[in-house]
């Protein structure tokens, strides 16, 4: 399954929130060295509830609208 997703960084908490076709997503870590792109793999596989490594960024490594895949 593909997600077209809205990373929100900086947040004060982390959570998911459903909106027009894609899921936006609050993290509480900085955009820094690539740390909001793992803490998202990893709130998404617990929020799914599958391993991590079933979760790819496929667009917007460095953007914060991204397109991500889950193997299911």
């Known amino acids: 399954m593909r997600f077209n997703v809205k990373v929100v960084p900086n947040a004060k908490q982390n ?3 459903e909106e027009a076709g ?19 793999i990893e709130f998404l596989s617990e ?3 599958v391993k991590k490594n079933k979760i790819k960024i496929i667009r917007g ?12």
């Open 15 to 17: 959570k998911v929130v």
């Open 22 to 40: 894609r899921l936006k997503v609050y993290l509480t870590a900085p955009p820094v060295e690539g740390k909001a792109n793992k803490d998202l």
């Open 47 to 49: 929020h799914f509830g």
């Open 61 to 72: 490594e460095k953007l914060r609208d991204k397109v991500v895949e889950i193997e299911l």
